[in-house]
Nanobody, 122 residues
Framework: QVQLVESGGGLVQAGGSLRLSCTAS????????MGWFRQAPGKQREFVSV????????HYAASVKGRFTISRDNAKNMVYLQMNSLKPEDTALYFC???????????????WGQGIQVTVSS
């Protein structure tokens, strides 16, 4: 099974940018749909973005569309989430996720990262 580790989180002011990285090990990343989820305090985990195995198709939650960009480098076993124009409501624990199921909503997750905190101050 693939193991996932996130990095790149932190504290940023509203309007700023961060890039999250997800490093995969254990299995070939190119087998998986890869995605990002987030969970704010007191709320359920929610879908943020997904990218297909080859990277040719991406989908985003309406709340981040136009501000966030997901990408992947299968040769490096890496997935990224570029987050621009950050808002306080983007504050959450962000999780990388992998799925062998070809589902752009990522309803079936095979592996989760441990999560990384993103805090956006107003």
């Amino acid at each position: 099974q693939v193991q996932l580790v996130e990095s790149g989180g932190g504290l940023v002011q509203a309007g700023g940018s961060l890039r999250l990285s997800c490093t995969a090990s254990g299995r070939t990343l190119s087998r998986y749909f890869m995605g990002w989820f987030r969970q704010a305090p007191g709320k359920q985990r929610e879908f943020v973005s997904v990218i297909t195995q080859s990277g040719d198709t991406t989908h985003y939650a309406a709340s981040v569309k136009g501000r966030f960009t997901i990408s992947r480098d299968n040769a490096k076993n890496m997935v990224y989430l570029q987050m621009n124009s950050l808002k306080p409501e983007d504050t959450a624990l962000y999780f990388c996720a992998a799925s062998l199921v070809k589902d752009t909503q990522m309803n079936f997750i095979d592996a989760w990262g441990q999560g990384i905190q993103v805090t956006v101050s107003s």
